[in-house]
């Protein structure tokens, strides 16, 4: 059974930065790919960014050029990254880290929550103006 657990969330003005963090256990990574989500109170959960087992990755539109995702192993831990920059108070939302064993050319596949059955349980982040 894949285990995920979000850390790294918190409050922030706009315009500062935060950095999530997502552990992944008892499954190999490098095999998979990995994203992150976020639903905001009332909206559904949306794909922010993903990135694929050979590290290619894919940006929601409204976080290109702020957000960056990446991956590494550290600490014998898997660790799924995403660097938020130029935070807004519409980035307001819990966020959940993802994965899936299954792969597409469409890249927009993944930012889809119906492409990841593994789920972390989220972690808040609050941006005031």
């Known amino acids: 059974q894949v285990q995920l657990v979000e850390s790294g969330g918190g409050s922030v003005q706009a315009g500062g930065s935060l950095r999530l963090s997502c552990a992944a256990s008892?499954?190999?990574?490098?095999?998979?790919?990995m994203a992150w989500f976020r639903q905001a109170p009332g909206k559904e959960r949306e794909g922010v960014a993903a990135?694929?087992?050979?590290?290619?990755?894919?940006?929601a539109d409204s976080v290109k050029g702020r957000f960056t995702i990446s991956k590494d192993k550290d600490n014998a831990k898997n660790t799924l990254y995403l660097q938020m920059n130029s935070l807004k108070p519409e980035d307001t939302a819990v966020y959940y880290c993802?994965?899936?064993?299954?792969?597409?050319?469409?890249?927009?596949?993944?930012?889809?929550?119906?492409?990841?059955?593994?789920w972390g349980q989220g972690t808040q982040v609050t941006v005031s103006s």
């Open positions: 993802a994965v899936t064993a299954l792969r597409a050319s469409d890249s927009s596949w993944y930012l889809s929550s119906r492409s990841f059955p593994h």
């Open positions: 990135i694929d087992r050979i590290g290619t990755t894919t940006y």
């Open positions: 008892r499954w190999s990574y490098d095999l998979y790919s």
